[in-house]
């Protein structure tokens, strides 16, 4: 039997984030999954990034940068990040989801 897996997905300063004038947009908000699932998250950017991350926060726990990715695709584990530049969009790919992946997911830019 499958035990649910519980993974809140958002920015930490909400669903719209304006950071130097930048907006970035992240979806899904949130997400509940099954363990073993895959799962994928977009971040949209109104200007080009130069400097795209994706980070993770366990609850309660510290901060962690998963990915700085400004363009192109970069792969840990079971987490592959893509990021292209020239449609200012970014995604997080999660295959077969653990309850260890439970957390906060968010990107950011500069």
């Known amino acids: 039997m499958k035990r649910l ?3 809140l997905l958002g920015l930490l300063c909400t669903q719209v984030c304006w950071v130097k004038g930048q907006q970035v947009q ?3 908000v949130s997400l509940v999954m099954q363990e073993g699932e895959n ?4 971040c949209n950017f109104s200007t ?4 795209l991350q994706w980070f993770y926060q366990r609850p309660l726990g510290s901060l962690v940068s998963l990915f700085y990715n400004p363009s192109g695709t970069k792969k840990s584990g079971r987490l592959t990040s893509t990021t292209v530049t ?3 969009r970014s995604s997080l790919h999660i295959s077969s989801s653990q ?3 439970s957390g906060t997911y968010f990107c950011a830019m500069d």
């Open 5 to 7: 897996l519980h993974s």
């Open 48 to 51: 080009s990034a130069t400097q």
């Open 99 to 101: 309850t260890t992946d």
């Open 39 to 42: 799962a994928e998250l977009q």
């Open 26 to 28: 992240q979806s899904p």
């Open 86 to 88: 020239t449609e200012r």
